[in-house]
């Protein structure tokens, strides 16, 4: 739109994680071994679902599009991290500042979504096992995965129209190493009920409906384990579900702590948006390989086979 008209401002500073130089190059290792991991953690996911056709079944066809997003996730915030970590020009552009606001809003959405449609997939595959082929058929199952994508860009669109008229004319520094609304709430001088009452209504939407679908799922999902009789029966459908699970506690717990405080620049709120934004797709594809036999067995048959090449 007209952001230029709108806008007496060009570029906000972005603070980063600490004020301190000295251990700027130490935060840049890390989160840069972090972004490699996670690229690469991810990409072994998606390689190995794609060749193992014994995963070729809903749950690893979500997982597979989780695998990417927290690619795209992480893509979003630690490149930008990185640089402002390395170089002494901490400045983002607003237009990339906004741009940056849409592409958390489609990953955050779209990962909370998929969390919630594996939470349904979790419970047709144990409270309903035998009609589980029926229920999660191919169209299902695609139309869940790409619904929660469109939800993601559809809300991504809702927020940033109005954002994109915003004045900002005060001041320029932003205490957080990305571009979230909420921050950028406190930098402008126009009317922010719009922006605002948007914000509110696709969090409510979002955030806490998918969170209830998960906690309806897995309400239906303990009530079904504890009828089974047998320890090793119980044993064996709490693990189908325990990774998913612990992302679910992981992603959900740190996006609520960040977005309902109060936005301040704190060191609590930065270690939750780093919680939910950079550690989460980091340990995604390791709470999966490392609690699921069948993952561990098949990188093991993927491994062996590209060795024979």
């Not at 809003?105 to 309903?128: K, N, P, Q, W």
């Not at 999902?221 to 047998?230: A, C, D, G, P």
Request: net charge neutral; glycine share 4%; aromatic share 12%.
């Amino acid at each position: 739109m007209a952001l230029d008209n709108h806008s007496t401002i060009n570029e906000f500073i972005l603070l980063g994680l600490s004020a301190s130089p000295h251990i700027h190059a130490l935060l840049f290792v890390l989160f840069l071994q972090i972004y490699l991991l996670t690229v690469t953690g991810n990409l072994i996911m998606l390689l190995v679902i794609r060749a193992d056709s014994h995963l070729h079944t809903p749950m690893y066809f979500f997982l597979s599009h989780l695998s990417f997003l927290d690619i795209c996730f992480s893509s979003v915030t630690v490149p930008k991290l990185l640089e402002i970590l390395l170089s002494q020009k901490k400045t983002i552009s607003v237009k990339g500042c906004l741009a940056q606001v849409f592409f958390l809003f489609v990953s955050g959405v779209t990962e909370a979504c998929l969390l919630a449609v594996m939470a349904y997939d979790r419970f047709a595959a144990i409270c309903h096992p035998l009609l589980y082929g029926q229920v999660m058929n191919s169209l299902l199952c695609k139309g869940l995965a790409w619904g929660s994508w469109g939800l993601g860009f559809l809300t991504a669109f809702f927020n940033i129209l109005p954002a994109m008229s915003l004045d900002f004319c005060g001041d320029f520094i932003i205490h957080h190493y990305s571009c979230e609304l909420p921050s950028l709430f406190l930098l402008s001088c126009s009317d922010l009920s719009s922006s605002f009452t948007v914000l509110l209504c696709s969090s409510l939407l979002d955030g806490l409906g998918t969170y209830f679908l998960v906690i309806c799922s897995y309400a239906r999902i303990v009530s079904t384990i504890l009828e089974i009789t047998s320890s090793s029966g119980r044993s064996k459908a709490f693990s189908t579900c325990s990774s998913h699970l612990t992302t679910v506690l992981l992603f959900f717990g740190s996006a609520f702590l960040r977005y309902f405080m109060p936005v301040s620049g704190s060191p609590l709120e930065l270690i939750f948006s780093v919680q939910y934004s950079v550690v989460t797709p980091f340990v995604n594809p390791l709470i999966y390989s490392l609690k699921n036999s069948e993952v561990k067995t098949a990188v093991k048959r993927t491994l062996r086979k590209y060795l024979q090449y």
